[in-house]
């Protein structure tokens, strides 16, 4: 499914959110990830949070249009997702459960058009909550909303807007979330001089409680296989990342997160290895 239209609401400011936010975890994750010729791809992962150790085995079995995709964790839980693409044109449907909890069944439609984008999801339950957003526009410029019904409670639970602005070598955008009691705004420009790299600046708002938060970051790449980001924000949080290519798909990722308003604070780490033999 592929489409050079808007895209969809949640595309909205993600190239700025990728570089704050992507890759950055005080956790330890070792994951190691094989493929067949057949179209099975199997991955397992080990995890290492606050002090906790969990880890997953999941497996994606493709074939044509259709894809079927498991994950089992340490704590018994199994994912089940099914997504079918094109079964008509530029649309792909999702269907996904968490067991053993039987009412987390979810069905979720997206479709991608020249000058829009929709997506509809509809939980599986006796009151189910419907999710529905839509993005109008170009790749250049768009304007996009989205919204949360709960048929439980026979109210909107939740509704955003956005709208984001593309040229060639900067990206802008405005959304407004929390049912309007907040706002973010970023700016990105891609500069030669990092190699490919980008300077973000993001400005957030809380209307209710007037507390404002400004983050700058950049990325920088070193190499071919070497990139470097690193984030500051007003309140003294400062995050960096490095991200080498050890191999053909295979990655590693080290970040570490400091407070510099609070010195008693140890610095946090953490690293992910991604092993694709």
Sequence with gaps: MSSKGPGLFSDIGKISRDILTKDYNS??????????????????????????????????IKHNNKSLHFKVDTESNVLTTFTLTDFVPSAKAVASIRLPDYKSGKIEVQYLHDHAGFTTAIDLNRNPAIDFSATIGTPGIAFGAETSYSTSVGKFTKYNAGLCLKLPSSHASVILADKGDSMKVSYL????????GAVVGEISRKFSTNENTLTVGCSYVVDPRTTVKTKLNNHGNLGALLQHELTH?????????????????????????????
């Design 249 to 277: 798909r295979s990655f590693l990722t080290i970040s570490g997160a400091f407070e510099t308003k609070a010195l008693e604070n140890s610095p946090k780490f953490g690293f992910s290895l991604l092993l694709k033999p």
């Design 27 to 60: 956790d330890q994750r070792f994951t190691i990830s094989s493929s067949t010729n057949s179209g099975i791809d199997l991955n397992s992962t080990l995890l290492k949070s606050r002090g906790l150790s969990s880890g997953d085995i999941a497996a994606q």
């Design 189 to 196: 420009r891609d500069l030669e001089k990092l190699n490919g």
